[in-house]
C-alpha cells in the first residue's frame, strides 16, 4: 500500500468516526435547511441527489422539495471503474437494494443531472473531497463537465472536514460544500496531488 493510499485510508476512519459520533436529527435539519438555499436557484434543473446510508447526511428532504419544479434523479452503480448512471427518483416512487446497499428506482429512467448533491466522507476547504474509494463520483464528474456546466455539491457534517484531504490528480473537486453549518461556495478549484 503506498503512502497516499494509506493517508486515504487514514482520512476515512478519522472521518467515519466523527460523523457517527455527530449524526442527529437536528443536524441534518439545519443541512437541510442549508442545502434547500443553495439549490432552489437551480429550479428545473436535473438534481442529482442520493439515498442515504448509515450515518449519512440525509439529502432526501430537498431532493422531495426539488422534483416539485423539474427532473431529481439517483445514482446506480452499474459497473465497477465505470461512471455513475442515474435514475429519475421521485418521492415515493418504488425502489430496490443496488450495489453496495444502495437503494435505487425499480424503474430505469436515466436522467443527467447539472446539478449534483454528492455524498462525503471528509472534506477540506480548498474543494477536496474524500469518497469511498471506488472513484465512481470522480469518473462521473470528469465526464459530466467534459460535456458542459455542472455544479457538484459536497453534501456532509461540519465535523467530517479535515484540514488536507490528500488528493491525486483524477480526484475531482466540489463547487460547494454544504453542512449542517452552513454553506462554503468555492470557485476555480482544481485537484493536484496532496499526499
Not at 5 to 34: C, G, I, M
Not at 105 to 119: D, N, R
Not at 157 to 166: H, I, L, M, S, Y
Request: with cysteine; net charge negative; charged share 20%.
Amino acid at each position: 500500500m503506498d503512502e497516499l493510499t494509506k493517508a486515504k485510508a487514514a482520512a476515512r476512519a478519522a472521518a467515519f468516526t466523527r460523523r457517527n459520533v455527530v449524526k442527529s436529527p437536528e443536524r441534518d435539519a439545519d443541512a437541510v435547511a442549508h442545502l434547500l438555499e443553495l439549490v432552489l436557484p437551480f429550479q428545473g434543473q436535473a438534481l442529482a441527489g442520493y439515498m442515504p446510508m448509515r450515518s449519512e447526511v440525509d439529502p432526501v428532504p430537498v431532493m422531495a422539495a426539488m422534483a416539485a419544479f423539474g427532473p431529481v434523479c439517483v445514482p446506480v452503480i452499474k459497473e465497477k471503474g465505470q461512471p455513475l448512471e442515474f435514475h429519475r427518483w421521485e418521492p415515493g416512487c418504488d425502489m430496490v437494494e443496488g450495489p453496495f446497499g444502495a437503494h435505487v428506482p425499480v424503474k430505469a429512467e436515466v436522467i443527467v443531472p447539472t446539478v449534483l448533491i454528492v455524498p462525503l466522507v471528509a472534506f477540506d476547504r480548498s474543494g477536496g473531497r474524500l469518497g469511498y474509494g471506488g472513484g465512481f463520483y470522480d469518473r462521473t464528474l470528469e465526464g459530466l463537465r467534459a460535456g458542459g456546466t455542472v455544479m457538484a455539491i459536497g453534501y456532509a457534517f461540519a465535523a467530517q472536514e479535515t484540514d488536507n484531504v490528500p488528493l491525486e490528480a483524477t480526484d475531482q473537486p466540489l463547487d460547494a460544500i454544504v453542512t449542517d453549518a452552513g454553506v462554503l461556495r468555492l470557485t476555480g478549484n482544481r485537484p493536484r496531488s496532496r499526499a
